[in-house]
């Protein structure tokens, strides 16, 4: 392709398998200093360096300094849209890591993808929401809207639509789930929700990884609040 967006490139930046573990360790939406990134890509500081200087420069990485520290995150949440977009055809086309533990199961109930909620409840309560009228497709609004319906139930569970609607960042997009192959809310208001559920103690992130706990409480109320049919 002579002429529009370089995706070779990106798909470069992304297909090392070491710069690969680094952006996948980053889609907890934490900020991870380059010796932690080391240690979760499997390869040492020096050689971490250079590849984050990559990362950097390719646009996919931002960082922030504290004190001695240097913090990375990704870029932004279309960073993490792609990646996990990549891992759910990576997990169709049958390319899956060999490697398997207890904690998978676990990964594939719940989890962070960037700043917003993934796995099955994560589904489950995109498929509530759209079966029931309450998201709609919107041609002007990154594919995806609430109806009146739907922002008439988002206030009712506490979540500040004025301030949703005065960011510049969509208030909902589909972002598809790699464990589930089907959608799960993203966006703005994917975000305030996985805030809204872990202020109500419904959730719990792991300090360190991507996984998410959901309390006994926390499945009732949100299988209450997102009944599926």
Known sequence: MKDGPDIARIGALMGDPARANILSALL?????????????????????SSHLKKLME???????????????????????????????LAARKGHLRTRTGPRDPQMRAARVCYDHLAGD???????????????????????LALTADGEGFVSDIGIDLGALSASRRPMCRACLDWSERRNHLAGGLGAALLTRFTESGWLRREAAGRIVHISPKGEAELKKLFPVA
């Not at 996919?60 to 759910?88: D, I, N, S, W």
Request: net charge positive; glycine share 16%; charged share 20%.
């Open 28 to 48: 907890s939406g934490k900020a991870l200093t380059a010796t932690e990134l080391a240690t979760e890509a499997g390869i040492t500081g020096q050689t971490a």
């Open 58 to 88: 390719g646009g996919l990485l931002t960082q922030a300094k504290q004190g001695r520290h240097r913090y990375f995150t990704l870029a932004g949440p279309e960073v993490g849209a792609v990646l996990e977009a990549v891992m759910g």
């Open 121 to 143: 409840m994560a589904v489950r309560i995109f498929d509530s929401l759209q079966k029931r009228g309450f998201l709609a497709v919107s041609t002007d609004k990154g594919g």
